[in-house]
């Protein structure tokens, strides 16, 4: 099982929405496979890690997966078709912004993360910042 650290921007998709039902389909954005964990970073305001989820499959097209997710869009839907695969994941934990786990921005950064988080990350690339995450997500 390899950990992923995904950003995702709540400006154009309700994220909170997408990742509280128990299962959704997110764009690959690196090389998961089945069984993965991607733990997601959500943008400001909240700026910090807010869900962990498990990769169930992949390689989803976006015409297979397009109703299902469309009502979290924030406005139309995109039209125009991409290339790029979907995954289907499941919300295994929810960090909400008043419990206990707080993965906020500021502490990532202390633990090494480094510049902005642009895009998909492979945490075991950074052990440092993969121990303060598990660590702090009491490792689930």
């Not at 991607?38 to 297979?64: H, T």
């Not at 290339?83 to 500021?106: A, C």
Request: aromatic share 12%; with cysteine; net charge neutral.
């Amino acid at each position: 099982m390899t950990h992923w650290l995904y950003p995702a921007n709540i400006k154009y998709y309700d994220v909170l929405g997408a990742l509280s039902e128990s299962d959704t389909y997110w764009p690959v954005h690196s090389k998961v496979i089945p069984g993965d964990c991607i733990f997601f970073y959500l943008a400001a305001p909240y700026k910090r890690i807010m869900f962990k989820c498990e990769v169930l499959d992949i390689d989803l097209m976006q015409s297979e997966v397009l109703s299902s997710i469309s009502r979290f869009f924030k406005g139309p839907p995109p039209v125009k078709p991409t290339s790029r695969n979907f995954m289907k994941i499941m919300t295994k934990e929810n960090y909400p912004l008043d419990g206990e786990v707080q993965l906020v921005l500021s502490e990532l950064k202390d633990h090494g993360l480094k510049g902005m988080l642009m895009g998909a990350r492979k945490l075991e690339n950074a052990p440092e910042l993969l121990a303060y995450i598990l660590d702090t997500a009491h490792g689930l």
